[in-house]
């Protein structure tokens, strides 16, 4: 990958780069409210060959005096993803240089990112993260509660929120740097959040994990993965939010929205499609 195939976008004064971590894979037997089947079909409709994989998009933000990621991929847990820090380098960016990591929510990859080796992965960053979010992971109730399958989660997110301990900012909503608006976007989990970039007379929202698999649920909002913390919640924000940035025409961003990293949503009645920025 040449610094040039890199999907970037200018936002007035700041420059919004996509960075692919890689890919994990997802069994359709994940989705409900669709058969399998159907979610095959309308992957290959769009041409998808590899079914069900899902991308994973971290967003490099430049400009305003700030060097920020917008989420760190899964480093490589689960075999996930971990193509991240080279990315960024071949971005033009040290780890070093990172000065805050915002975190649309600590699922594993999102955060899986932030540790190497029990080191954190970016020493200068500021982590900063919604206090809803932060406290569902640390409180030992909910990882009690939490299947097996799910309590590595809790353990890499504890590990994340303690590596940058000195350094964990907690919001409650409004602007978190300049520029960035936290955007409550509630359902998948407890404090997950979007952030919406205004500068001149561009704004862009990074909407996190509003969809796994743009091309299913961008077209049938009512599918829901089983990462939803509350799936009918997930559903009605996704709907609301397409409606929202379909009827504004704002340029969106997601962690699983595919390589090209950027889109916007077009609406024909009550279809939704998403349009890839070139």
């Known amino acids: 990958m040449s610094q040039l195939a890199i999907p970037s976008q200018k936002v007035g004064d700041l420059t919004v780069t996509a960075v692919s971590d890689g890919y994990l ?9 669709i058969d399998p089947t159907e979610a095959s079909r309308m992957q290959e409709d769009a041409g998808i060959r590899d079914h069900t994989s899902i991308h994973i998009n971290g967003y490099l933000v430049r400009g ?16 996930w993803g971990g193509r991240l820090k080279t990315n960024l380098l071949l971005a033009g960016i040290q780890p070093c240089e990172i000065d805050a990591i915002l975190l649309t929510h600590a699922h594993p990859d999102h955060v899986g ?18 206090h809803r979010e932060v406290a569902f992971w640390q409180d030992d109730g909910n990882l009690s509660r939490a299947p097996e399958r799910a309590r590595g989660n809790f353990l890499l997110a504890r590990q994340a929120f303690d590596g940058y301990r000195d350094k964990l900012r907690k919001f409650e909503d409004g602007e978190v740097l300049p520029g960035i608006t936290a955007m409550p976007l509630p359902g998948h989990t407890a404090g997950h959040t979007g952030y919406r970039l205004d500068s001149g007379d561009k704004s862009l929202l990074v909407w996190g994990d509003i969809v796994h698999f743009p091309q299913i649920q961008i077209p049938r909002p009512d599918v829901s993965i089983a990462f ?3 799936a009918h919640l997930a559903a009605g924000t996704r709907t609301k939010l397409l409606d929202c940035v379909a009827a504004e025409q704002l340029l969106i961003a997601g962690m699983h929205l595919g390589e090209p990293g950027f889109a916007r949503i077009k609406r024909t009645g009550d279809t939704y499609a ?3 920025e070139k």
């Open 113 to 130: 990112g932030l540790m190497d080796a029990g080191e954190a992965v970016f020493p200068n960053a500021e982590l900063v993260a919604h």
């Open 228 to 230: 939803d913390q509350d």
């Open 274 to 276: 998403v349009a890839y």
């Open 25 to 33: 894979h997802v069994s359709f037997d994940f989705l409900a409210n």
């Open 64 to 79: 305003g005096g700030h060097t920020v990621l917008i989420d760190a991929g899964a480093g490589g847990f689960k075999q």
